[in-house]
């Protein structure tokens, strides 16, 4: 029940973090998946959506592989901005090697030399334009991707 559940936490503190941090991996390697899945679907708006909230596991995730995945959404998106800056991010982690990183700063080179890093448009946006285009289901998929707390179907009368 959950007075016993209350109880047990309550009485062992951190013994419940762990599981907390499970389910935090959890939740990284979903986000992580569902972001390629999205690119391989040519979704590269909501790929892109999803791998920014990438940036919030690299307690969990190798930053080289976020940033590396994010530019490569952002290039796909044309979110030039984005990708520009994943690069400057990966061209500072300092675990990546100097050879690697060089090819990283090569490779941003060569796509900023025919694109401005700039953003066509802030993600917000672009996430009312498709919430008009799209149904009452999608827009609710959109709202629990974007971590809302509270998320309502819009039917009067009902909760």
Request: proline share 3%.
């Amino acid at each position: 029940t959950l007075a016993g559940l209350m109880t047990l936490e309550a009485a062992s503190g951190t013994e419940l973090k762990g599981l907390d941090n499970a389910w935090r991996g959890a939740e990284a390697y979903h986000f992580w998946l569902l972001a390629h899945q999205q690119l391989y679907n040519g979704q590269v708006d909501a790929a892109l959506r999803t791998a920014l909230q990438l940036r919030h596991y690299d307690d969990v995730l190798e930053a080289g592989d976020v940033y590396a995945f994010l530019a490569l959404v952002g290039f796909y998106s044309n979110f030039y901005g984005t990708c520009s800056k994943a690069f400057v991010r990966l061209e500072s982690i300092g675990s990546i090697p100097k050879d690697r990183r060089k090819a990283f700063a090569d490779l941003a080179m060569s796509i900023f030399a025919a694109h401005p890093p700039a953003d066509p448009h802030s993600l917000a946006e672009g996430k009312e334009r498709q919430s008009h285009s799209k149904g009452q289901h999608d827009a609710l998929l959109n709202d629990l991707v974007a971590n809302k707390d509270q998320v309502s179907l819009g039917r009067e009368g009902h909760m």
